[in-house]
């Protein structure tokens, strides 16, 4: 157990619709990163946040959207969703805000399939 | 951030040790290199970071030649176990995000 949790573990739903993908960082870390790869694919930055505050965008559609709470757990939020947008979504956690020289933690990911 | 190359897979047997090579030319001077290990539907762990010369911990050692531009993951006797892809990043404290390459998919046979 990394200490980062996401829920849920597994998610099948239809195109055009809209799901909530949640994230809660580990004890003690501020920012939460979220990544999506998909099957055979590399793992694409989407958007990071610190103690409540977008600070850095990746690749994410604008159909995609995320926020961060008072209680430093995360969400992203899917909607329109298309047959290419199955895939892996990964949820990091880090202490700081700029913090890549003292490494992320992972959580174990939600496999969004959309049919 | 600075660009990583490394190989797209490579083979193994069980017992041996494997050396995973990233090339990193454009290292910066604030940038440390960090490796991570992923393995099918899980999602990457880190492995060892490093900024020069060579770090050891109980899973593997990293070594950094003095001018930076590449470094060696070395995993010692591998098993069937350390099948997974390897990342390579290089990225330095003023970087908020982490960029992943297309990683090392590293095969180990019985």
């Known amino acids: 157990d990394s200490g980062v949790t996401q829920t849920p573990k597994h998610l099948i739903t239809a195109t055009g619709q809209r799901v909530t993908l949640r994230c809660s960082p580990r004890?003690?870390?501020?920012?939460v990163y979220w990544y999506q790869q998909s099957l055979d694919q590399g793992l694409q930055f989407l958007i990071q946040?610190?103690?409540?505050?977008?600070?850095a965008k990746g690749n994410i559609l604008e159909r995609f959207s995320a926020q961060q709470f008072p209680d430093l757990h995360s969400e992203l939020n899917l909607s329109s969703l298309e047959l290419g947008d199955s895939a892996l979504y990964f949820c990091?956690?880090?202490?700081?805000?700029?913090?890549?020289?003292?490494?992320?933690?992972f959580g174990s990911g939600t496999r969004l399939t959309v049919v | 951030l600075a660009k990583t190359t490394q190989p797209i897979s490579m083979d193994s047997y069980e017992g041996q040790e494997v050396n995973i090579t990233c090339s990193h030319n454009?290292?910066?001077?604030?940038?440390?290199i960090t490796w991570y290990q992923q393995f099918p539907s899980q999602g990457p762990r880190f492995i060892i970071q490093?900024?020069?010369t060579k770090v050891t911990n109980e899973v593997a050692s990293l070594f950094i030649p003095a001018d930076r531009k590449s470094s060696t993951l070395s995993l010692p006797r591998v098993s069937l176990s350390d099948t997974a892809v390897y990342y390579c990043?290089?990225?330095?404290?003023?970087?908020?995000?982490?960029?992943f390459g297309s990683g090392t998919r590293l095969s180990i046979r019985p």
């Open positions: 990091a956690s880090s202490v700081f805000d700029k913090s890549s020289n003292y490494g992320y933690t």
């Open positions: 004890s003690g870390d501020l920012s």
């Open positions: 946040y610190y103690n409540g505050e977008e600070r």
């Open positions: 454009n290292i910066a001077t604030n940038d440390y």
């Open positions: 490093g900024y020069k």
């Open positions: 990043l290089v990225a330095g404290s003023s970087a908020s995000k982490i960029i």
